[in-house]
């Protein structure tokens, strides 16, 4: 299941802002640009093919890497990243491509160092370390060392090791890269935990499926800047495509349903105009361009009641992430996937 999309309102306070976001490697322009705004408790979802310069985003965003010059202000946690990045770090936890596990010691050590170098107290530690080992499934093989660990329990040491600061920010640079689909949906699983105590996580993902499953708000990186940005239902309203199917059984009720969505397409009025439904006269299908929403689609039964038009089955068509994806990074052409059979 999708988590319920959270109202991400400019009212809520920012966890991140960054204006005019710009870096360059050598003469290597990577960032032209970006402009971000993630409200507090959010998921945001960077997305990019390889090299779009998501890890490069994330790196500057957690005081890794500077900023490249004629950037505009950067505001991480409410604290400026240019004058208190201190504060920026107490405030945030970073895992991903450069984790910070440890191979040569057990996953409990790990943790343990995290805990001394955020200064807590040895028995807090311990009690951090093991809470946070049982709640990531790790604590049968805390005494093993991280060396031994498959890639989905490094990555959930990873993330625990980086939770025992108590970050309200979290960076995941492409946490599942790698991962099986269960180690996948595992982390998808601790991933909406960690929002429901209130932290905000700024995701970077190949996978458009999971930014689709994950976040709030997905923004694309392309050619050094953000080439769209919205909900997910509202990037892939941004791509033509969507339609809605009507299937006919019997040849005889398809036929006069063309002839009742033609003759409706033509009348003057009432109802709504509507393009005519394109046919296809070897599966007895009609096809009605649609963008999809309920709004739409309870518009449209209305319209087929009013004209009489019954089908055997109706189908919404929207186009999905992966064609939002190609559209706006340049791929292949947009296709329509089915995503929801009405009935
Ligand atoms: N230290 C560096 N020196 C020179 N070029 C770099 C450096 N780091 C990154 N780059 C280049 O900058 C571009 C953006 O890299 P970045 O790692 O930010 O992309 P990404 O979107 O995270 O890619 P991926 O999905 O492959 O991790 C790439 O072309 C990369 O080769």
Known sequence: MPTPRRGTSK??????????????????????????????????????????????VVKILSTLLSAGEG?????????DLATDPQSVRAAIGVTGQFSAVD?????????????????????????????LLARFGLTEAAKKPASTYSGGMKRRLDLAMTLVGDPRIIFLDEPTTGLDPRSRHNMWQIIRELLSDGVTVFL???????????????????????????????????????????????????????????????APAPGPARPGGAPDDESLTLQIPSDGTQRELRSLLDWL????VEADELTVHTPDLDDVFFALTGGSDATDQTKETVR
């Open 11 to 56: 009212d809520q306070p920012t966890a991140v802002s960054a204006t005019g976001l710009r870096k360059s490697y050598g003469d290597k322009l990577v960032l032209d640009g970006v402009d971000l705004h993630i409200p507090a408790g959010s998921v945001f979802a960077l997305l990019g093919p390889n090299g779009a310069g998501k890890t490069t």
């Open 71 to 79: 950037s505009g202000g950067i505001r991480v946690g409410g604290h």
């Open 103 to 131: 191979g040569l010691i057990t996953g409990e050590e790990n943790m343990l160092l995290m805990a001394d170098l955020h200064h807590l107290p040895r028995r807090e530690g311990k009690r951090v370390a093991a809470e």
């Open 204 to 266: 970077t993902t190949q996978y458009l499926e999971e930014a689709d499953q994950l976040a709030d708000r997905i923004a694309v990186l392309h050619d050094g800047r953000i080439a769209a940005e919205g909900t997910a239902d509202e990037l892939k309203r941004l791509i033509p495509g969507g339609h809605i199917r009507l299937r006919f059984d019997d040849p005889a009720a398809y036929r006069s349903a063309a002839v009742a969505l033609r003759d409706a397409t033509l």
């Open 305 to 308: 009641d009013s004209i009489g």
